[in-house]
C-alpha cells in the first residue's frame, strides 16, 4: 500500500513537473515570441470585457493558440493584471509580443480619434460635421439644433457660440453629446479666463456680451493683425451709441436663404440679429470665436476709427470720419461701378480717390 502512494505521489510529481516545464517554455517561447501578424493590428476591448474572452478571440482571429492564451490569462491573474485592461480600440505594432499586448491593454493607450472645426463657424455648421463624422457615436439624429442644448444638461441657453473651436482627440465610442460637452467646456473655462483680463470702461458688462462682440469680431476678420482695430471699431461705435452696421449678422439673420451677395433689401430685414436696424449687439453670438477674437473684444485697440471697409485680401482701410470713409469706399468697393462711383464722387468732391 505504502508502495502505490508512493508511485501516484512520484506520477503527481511529474505531471507537476511536465505542467511547469511546459508553462516555463510556452512563458520563454511564446509569450515572449511576435504575434503571426505581419500588419499592425487594430483590437477593441468593449465595456466589461474579461481578458479569458479577449484571449479566446486572439485565438479565433488565429493571434494566439490555446497554450499560448491559456498561459498568457494565467500569468495575468497571477500578476492580479487579468482585471486591469481597460476598455477601447487598440492599434498593436507589429512584433508585438502577448507580453507586450498585455500592458498594452494594461495601461491604457486606446486609439485618439481627431475633429476640428474652425473658428468662425456656426452652429448648423459644427452639427453638420458632427452628423457626418465617422468616429463619433450619433445620439442626436433627429434633434433639433435648438433642443440639443437640453441634452447636454443645458436647458433654455443659445447654443450658438458655445462651443470652443479647436482639434479635439477622443477614444472611440465617443458620443456626439459627450464631444458637444467637452468643447462647451472648453469655451467657458476659455471666456472665463479671457474676461478677467478685460479692459476698464467697455460698453457692456458681461462676459456673455464679449463672446457676442467676438463672434463678430471673428466673422469680419481678414487678417489676425486686424482684430484689435475692428474690436476698437465697434466698441467706440457702442459708447457713442451708434449702429455697428456688420454685415455678418445680416448674414447670420437670413440663414440659409443667403446666396452669397448682401443686397440693400437685406440690410432691411426683420430680425433683431440685423444691426442696420438694431442698435447694440445680437441677442447672441453669430459664430464661434477663438481666444485671440475673444482677446480683441475685451482688449480693443485705442483709437479715433469709427468705420473700416474692405480693400481687397482680407485687409480693411479704417477711417475715423464718415467722409474719410465714403472716399475709401468709391477707392476700393466702387473703381469698377462707373455710375455709383460718379454721384459718390460728386457728394464728395475732395475725395483722393475721385482725382
Known sequence: M?????????????????????????????????????????????????????????????????????????????????????????????????LQLLEIFVNGKTVQHAFSFPEGWNFRQLMAAIR????????????????????????????????????????KGTTDVEFLQRAYRVMQKTLEDVWKQKNRNLPFKTSKDALILASIIEKETGKAEERVQIAGVFVRRLQKGMLLQT????????????????????????????????????????????RDALLAAVQPAEGTELFFVAKGKGAHHFSSTLAEHECAVIAYQLKGKSSRYSTQCKRYPNCWACR
Open 247 to 290: 454685415d455678418p449678422t445680416v448674414i447670420y439673420a437670413l440663414a440659409e436663404k443667403f446666396d452669397g451677395d448682401i443686397r440693400k433689401k437685406d440690410l432691411r430685414v426683420d430680425s433683431p440679429y440685423n444691426t442696420y436696424r438694431n442698435k447694440g449687439l445680437p441677442p447672441t453670438p453669430i459664430a464661434m470665436p477663438g
Open 132 to 171: 457626418k463624422s465617422p468616429y463619433l457615436v450619433h445620439t442626436l439624429e433627429g434633434v433639433k439644433n435648438e433642443e440639443i442644448m437640453a441634452k447636454l444638461g443645458y436647458p433654455n441657453q443659445h447654443p450658438e457660440g458655445q462651443f470652443y473651436p479647436d482639434t479635439y482627440h477622443f477614444p
Open 2 to 98: 505504502l508502495r502505490f502512494i508512493r508511485i501516484i505521489i512520484m506520477l503527481i510529481i511529474l505531471v507537476i513537473t511536465a505542467i511547469g516545464a511546459g508553462g516555463y517554455w510556452v512563458y520563454e517561447y511564446k509569450l515572449k515570441e511576435p504575434l503571426p501578424s505581419l500588419n499592425e493590428i487594430s483590437y477593441t476591448i468593449h465595456p466589461n470585457m474579461s481578458l479569458s474572452k479577449v484571449a479566446m478571440e486572439l485565438m479565433d482571429k488565429e493571434l494566439m493558440n490555446y497554450p499560448t492564451a491559456l498561459t498568457w490569462v494565467t500569468l495575468a491573474r497571477i500578476q492580479e493584471k487579468a482585471r486591469l485592461i481597460k476598455a477601447g480600440e487598440y492599434s498593436v505594432p507589429v512584433n508585438t509580443t502577448p
